[in-house]
């Protein structure tokens, strides 16, 4: 159980193009997901909170016109990169809290890989 | 000074030794604690989960908390290959919303 699938796992783009990322739940219902971004040799930095049904919540520093997150449902949340850069290239993961389960925990994707040529 | 800190190693071990990974934290408002295990080009995977103080164990891994000293360990024993990973601890505070605070990871190789 607590499976979180990502798509695409990896992704290509051309500088100022717009990329759009999946995140699914697949046997749980979460009210809750949450973006990071990883670095090489560092550690998962947190984005942005999404909220099924209202607006996310932005870390400081995270432009919201930038990344746009939309959480339609209990199973899904999309990550949009828009206008996308070379800097934007990074390794993106999505997680999400289990709305039946033990609520302190966050179950991760397997993270999507994009490179902004 | 981070919230988290972690040595980054690598950590290099032969295979079925025990080995320990571990965390220092500074806010001692810090109530669950968290191990995951992340494998190269791959999301993170739970590995164990604590609340408050104490020992958990599951199956070769066990997991101590010491508040007092605000320091968290994670135990593998009988380490295989197949543990060779980056291992990242994270925490979260008591009503503290949904963020979890994260080490840098700690990359274990286990050698045959």
């Known amino acids: 159980g607590a499976v979180v699938s990502q798509h695409p796992s990896r992704v290509i783009c051309k500088s100022g193009t717009s990329v759009k990322i999946e995140c699914r739940s697949l046997?749980?219902?979460?009210?809750?997901m949450f973006w990071y971004r990883q670095f090489p040799k560092q550690s998962l930095m947190l984005m942005a909170t999404?909220?099924?049904?209202?607006?996310?919540?932005?870390e400081q520093g995270v432009e919201k016109d930038k990344f746009l997150i939309n959480h339609a449902s209990l199973t899904l949340s999309t990550l949009t990169v828009t206008s996308a850069h070379p800097e934007d290239s990074s390794f993106y993961i999505c997680?999400?809290?289990?709305?039946?389960?033990?609520?302190?925990?966050?179950?991760f994707g397997p993270g999507t890989r994009l490179l902004v040529l | 000074q981070k919230e988290v800190e972690q040595d980054p190693g690598p950590l290099s071990v032969p295979e079925g030794a025990i080995v320990s990974l571990n965390c220092t934290y500074s806010?001692?408002?810090?109530?669950?604690f968290m191990w995951y295990r992340q494998y190269s080009r791959k999301g993170p995977e739970l590995l164990m989960y604590?609340?408050?103080?104490g020992n958990k164990e599951d199956g070769r891994f066990t997991a101590q908390v010491d508040k007092s000293s605000k320091y968290i360990s994670l135990f593998i024993r009988d380490s295989q290959p197949s543990d060779s990973a980056t291992y990242l601890c994270?925490?979260?505070?008591?009503?503290?919303?949904?963020?979890?605070?994260f080490g840098t990871g700690t990359q274990l190789k286990v050698e045959l």
């Open positions: 994270a925490m979260k505070l008591t009503g503290g919303g949904n963020k979890l605070t």
């Open positions: 999404s909220n099924e049904g209202s607006k996310a919540t932005y």
């Open positions: 046997d749980f219902q979460a009210t809750t």
């Open positions: 997680s999400a809290r289990d709305s039946g389960g033990f609520q302190e925990t966050q179950y």
């Open positions: 806010n001692s408002a810090f109530q669950y």
């Open positions: 604590t609340y408050s103080s």
